[in-house]
């Protein structure tokens, strides 16, 4: 199992661009989740999807959009990037509510 | 609102020695759980420990274990014969068993392991 994978690695982006950050999953897990973190802080929630076709906001859904259309992929789409966005976005998933979350590698993002 | 402190920005311990992270959080829930984190410089993020707050005993792995108080809502990990591959940053994060949304993480504790 590659677990969970994250594309790209790393992205310049210019203010306004728009891009979508890709995560998948191999290990049948109904719960996503997608985080960001800024330096010298913790992770915060974005949005989360419980199975497919269902997603939700988490503490900082301003600026971004998901959707989940598999049990496979969550994508993260930023439709007008700001410096605010500059960070590092990590995906997860778990099985259920009380699964242990396991971490994709994360995406470096750079707004300028 | 649920919140976790972690009030050691940074903490150094000899190779081999016995280190304590410290962590604490706010809540009104009585079922959560509880987990330990660790980043490496790779900026993976690992699971180290978890702990279901409606167990008393405490989680044990291999070197890691955890000092879970639940009234004075601490929840400490103790590392044992430190090595120099557990050098990271460790983040203690709360989740909440009633909202799906409630994940909160502390903003860290990096870890030196002096040689």
């Known amino acids: 199992n590659a677990g969970v994978t994250q594309t790209p690695k790393f992205r310049i982006?210019?203010?306004?661009q728009s891009m979508t950050l890709q995560c998948t999953q191999d290990m049948n897990h109904?719960?996503?989740?997608?985080y960001r973190q800024d330096p010298g802080m913790g992770l915060k929630l974005i949005y989360y999807s419980v199975g497919a076709g269902i997603t939700d906001k988490g503490e900082v859904p301003n600026g971004y959009n998901v959707s989940r259309s598999t049990t496979e992929d969550f994508p993260?789409?930023?439709?007008?990037?700001?410096?605010?966005?500059?960070?590092?976005?990590?995906?997860?998933?778990s099985y259920g509510l009380t699964g242990t979350q396991y971490f994709g590698p994360g995406t470096r993002l750079l707004v300028l | 609102a649920q919140t976790v402190t972690q009030s050691q920005p940074e903490m150094s311990v000899q190779e081999a020695e016995t280190v304590t992270l410290s962590c604490t959080y706010d809540t009104s829930e009585s079922d959560y759980y509880l987990?330990?984190?660790?980043?490496?410089?790779?900026r993976q993020m690992i699971l180290v420990i978890r702990q279901?707050?409606?167990k008393q005993q405490?989680?044990?792995e291999n070197r890691f274990s955890v000092n879970f108080q639940k009234a004075a809502k601490s929840f400490s990990l103790?590392?044992?014969?430190?090595?120099?591959?557990?050098?990271?940053?460790?983040f203690c994060a709360y989740r909440?068993?009633?909202?799906?949304?409630?994940?909160?993480?502390?903003?860290?504790?990096r870890l030196h392991i002096l040689p």
Do not use: H
């Open chain 2, 58 to 60: 405490n989680a044990t």
């Open chain 2, 35 to 42: 987990f330990w984190y660790k980043q490496p410089p790779s």
């Open chain 2, 52 to 54: 279901e707050a409606y």
């Open chain 2, 78 to 90: 103790k590392i044992s014969d430190s090595q120099l591959g557990d050098a990271a940053m460790y």
């Open chain 2, 96 to 109: 909440s068993l009633n909202r799906d949304d409630k994940i909160i993480f502390g903003k860290g504790t």
């Open chain 1, 30 to 34: 109904n719960y996503m989740y997608w």
């Open chain 1, 13 to 16: 982006l210019k203010i306004g």
């Open chain 1, 76 to 93: 993260l789409r930023l439709e007008l990037a700001a410096p605010s966005q500059t960070s590092v976005y990590f995906c997860a998933s």
